[in-house]
């Protein structure tokens, strides 16, 4: 099983719609991310979370919000998806200081 | 500001050469750097990273990444490449304050030539 788990891997929405992106995870970390990767720009920070009462925004959080339900579980929401949020978006968990991303196998979203 | 460059979209080489992927990183202070791998529909995994200590650093797969202090570089090495290979690489480096943020480059498609 999947160290890193999200939910759903493919998603087509259409404007203006309410969309949530689920993640979850084995590995006891508290640290998680949501990430976007969009081709020639690399992956960029949405929001990031510490613990389940610390929530912070990365570069571009404009548009999204987040819930962290658990330690294992951490929320992506479009409150009002638009085109332009078409993305492939991961979500990914870190340990202790000096450890790496553990990713998961991304939700590919498109916005019509 | 921290920050990570990737300066080539993408690399070929020949099955069998050795290959370099390119990465050169801005920080104050210390970086910790990482490399990651992508294949198609997957996310990113990790592959090797620098904290401290020898300058050449192994990791997965047979890949190597040379930390240089004086040139702020961490290019990603292998001295045969196989078409398996052929994926996403990118660079990253861990921001430094309390944030434990990951910056990433921007990803370098490589491509081994059978």
């Known amino acids: 099983d999947a160290d890193v788990t999200q939910t759903p891997r493919n998603r087509i929405t259409k404007t203006g719609k309410r969309i949530m992106l689920e993640c979850s995870q084995t590995k006891g970390h508290d640290r998680m991310y949501w990430y976007r990767q969009d081709p020639g720009l690399g992956l960029r920070l949405i929001y990031y979370s510490f613990d389940v009462k610390d929530i912070n925004k990365g570069e571009i959080s404009d548009g999204y919000s987040v819930s962290r339900q658990a330690q294992a579980k951490f929320s992506l929401s479009l409150e009002s998806a638009i085109p332009n949020q078409t993305a492939l978006y991961f979500c990914a968990t870190s340990g202790t200081l000096g450890s790496p991303l553990h990713f998961g196998n991304g939700t590919r979203l498109t916005v019509t | 500001a921290q920050s990570v460059a990737q300066p080539e979209d993408q690399v070929n080489v020949a099955e069998g050469n050795p290959l370099t992927v390119k990465c050169t990183y801005s920080?104050?202070?210390?970086?910790?750097l990482f490399w990651y791998v992508q294949y198609p529909n997957r996310g990113l995994q990790f592959l090797l990273k620098y904290i401290t200590g020898d300058n050449l650093v192994k990791g997965s797969y047979g890949f190597e990444a040379e930390f240089n202090k004086s040139q702020t570089s961490f290019h990603l090495k292998k001295p045969s490449a196989l078409v398996s290979d052929s994926a996403l690489y990118f660079c990253a480096v861990r921001d430094k304050d309390r944030t434990y943020k990951y910056i990433f480059g921007t990803g370098t498609r490589l491509k081994v030539l059978a």
């Open positions: 920080v104050s202070g210390n970086p910790y």
